[in-house]
């Protein structure tokens, strides 16, 4: 199928954007890297009248890394994001998560916003926002805000985005000094989606655990003097807390044992 005729409108600015998401509303779609949106729309599972493109937007491709954490612009690639030393350096949790993110063509050209404005619940960018605790940082013709990662990823394919606002930036803060960090997930092939993804950051006997695929967003918690005979009980409990849902790829009972397993094994790299 192809998609339904629409018009293309290519912003030279934010403010360009803003103002074209608040004369068309609903009607129109932000366009970054195509790599979800393109086969959406190939699909008529969406219908813009108007795709605003804002891959050209000066000043939006920027990467900046300071003693707070990682800063990425919306039109960041995912692949400039791999391949940054200071960011390896700076989160390399950040770093071995994008690895996981399809392809490398598609990696080419997919933005990190993009995939945190598409809101995948498996995806890899939107467990680690979560995980670490980040936000986006959203422009309207009304002005700017910034949304933590939880009040923003609110369901499948769902955020607390409104229609006349886009995403200008996406923060990654840095994992606490003296931690240490891993992440696991369980895919058919490597490059496809994720059935479940989990990150962790362990300091200590603390571990903050972000489990993802398994609820209809990323969801973390914190766990508290964890040892290797409580582990076990803790992941089971969180396992049904989040219950999972039966789809094409696996079942809510492979999701809850991965949750346990995956999660015992990764925490425990983590711990040692
Ligand atoms: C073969 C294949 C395999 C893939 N595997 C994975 C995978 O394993 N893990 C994974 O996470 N993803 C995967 N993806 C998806 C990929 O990461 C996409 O790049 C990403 O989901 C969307 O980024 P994009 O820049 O391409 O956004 P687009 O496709 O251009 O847009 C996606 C959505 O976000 C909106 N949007 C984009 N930018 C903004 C913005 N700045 N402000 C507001 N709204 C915006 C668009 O309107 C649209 O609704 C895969 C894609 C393909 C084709």
Redesign the pocket.
Known sequence: MKPAPFDLCIADSVEDVTSALSSHGEAA???????????MLNMRLTEPEVLID?SRIPGLDRISVDETGVTVG?TVR?ASLAAHDGVRQALPLLTEALT????IQ?RN???V???L??A?PS???PLLLVLLGGSVTLASSQGRRTVAAEDFLIGTLTTS?RPDE??VSAHFPRAPAGSKTAFREMARRH????IVSLACIARGRDVRLAVGGVADAPVAVDLTNVTSETLPAELNALAWRLRGYDDIHATARYRREMIRRLGLDMIMEAMA
Not at 29 to 39: D, E
């Open positions: 779609r932000i366009i970054a890297g195509g790599q979800s949106l393109m086969a804002i919306a995912q996981h993110v399809g392809h598609t050209r997919g933005t916003c993009g995939s404005a598409h995948d995806a890899e960018l985005r886009m995403i490059g496809d989606f994720a």
